[in-house]
């Protein structure tokens, strides 16, 4: 059967998920949040998603809330079997839930239960997990709670950002959709689901900018953590003798000293005591400027030496 859907999506992480949608379904209309002020010169900016269902010609909504009457009176006349939400950012009371035929699937990115919430990816990261993945779930009132029909899994490498994961789970997630919109097409029902453990669920509270400033008490590994999972935002940040610089890139090693004390300051990079190890520096940014390596800041601050 062609499977009338509603998609409801934000950021540029449900762009992979809605071209799976309009290439498993026929996609009525988008719901996206309403363009924000973006860019220098702080003029709205249509949302990843808005872009690409105006190149696709699909209709577009852009309401403050979904509990207007109205809103949820024009979703019923298009009929739709399924809503699929991937990081739309509004809340979806119920009587939204129970329009579509199937009800609504929701692409998430994280093995829940853990990592329930707005930021899994980069909770993930800092919290120093060896796997995540993604996973898509009938939703149900409460955060994240829904059953689980699929899932796709994939290892946290050493090297990962928030940015680079985000990309990789992008991608499982329009898999796990495509797959998920296939069975649902052939067999007229959705997949299998399984209940979550609620007794396992961590939350993933959102990110906030304070969080970036590193606190060199705290252990190297854990902050080598924190400057991979918060970039490329918030991007954390730490003063360095007596300068704000934004820390793109660092590494856990070994070392003693007072925590802030720089312990070496090298091409291979700026090494600063913490309270476990040290945490060496290998590309800052300093207050009006771009990113560089150790060295190259080391080259515009002869002074920062041990």
């Not at 959709?177 to 979550?196: F, I, K, V, W, Y």
């Not at 918060?230 to 070392?255: D, H, K, N, T």
């Not at 600063?272 to 190890?277: D, F, I, M, S, Y």
Request: charged share 20%; with cysteine.
């Amino acid at each position: 059967m062609k499977l009338r859907l509603l998609f409801a999506g934000t950021p540029e992480f449900a762009v992979p998920s809605l071209r799976a949608a309009l290439v498993g379904g026929d996609v009525m209309a988008v719901l996206t949040q309403p363009d924000r002020p973006a860019g220098r010169g702080r003029q709205p900016q249509a949302s990843p998603v808005k872009q690409v269902a105006l190149n696709e010609g699909v209709p577009v909504l852009q309401p403050m809330t979904l509990k207007d009457a109205s809103v949820q009176a024009q979703l019923r006349e298009w009929a739709p079997d399924l809503l699929v939400v991937v990081a739309y950012g509004l809340i979806l009371p119920q009587a939204v839930l129970d329009i579509p035929r199937f009800g609504a699937w929701n692409v998430h990115a994280s093995l829940l239960p853990r990592w329930r919430g707005a930021a899994p990816i980069q909770r993930a990261i800092e919290a120093g997990d060896a796997t995540t993945g993604v996973c898509l779930m009938q939703m149900r009132k409460g955060l994240d709670t829904g059953p689980v029909m699929l899932h796709a899994e994939t290892a946290i490498e050493s090297h990962d950002t928030g940015g680079s994961l985000h990309d990789r789970l992008a991608t499982l997630g329009a898999h796990v959709l495509r797959e998920g919109l296939t069975h649902l097409r052939d067999q007229a029902q959705a997949p299998d689901a399984t209940s979550q453990d609620d007794a396992l669920a961590t939350y993933a509270h959102k990110l906030d900018k304070a969080e970036a400033v590193l606190d060199l008490r705290a252990p190297a590994t854990t902050l080598a953590r924190k400057v991979r999972a918060f970039s490329p935002w918030p991007i954390a940040e730490l003063q360095l003798q007596g300068e704000r610089v934004r820390v793109y890139q660092a590494e856990a090693v070994m070392g003693h000293g007072a925590p802030g004390q720089i312990l070496s300051a090298s091409r291979d990079g700026i090494d600063l005591a913490c309270g476990e190890g040290a945490l060496r520096l290998l590309r800052v940014q300093r207050d009006g400027g771009k990113p560089v390596t150790a060295g190259e800041y080391l080259n515009a601050r002869p002074a920062v030496r041990p």
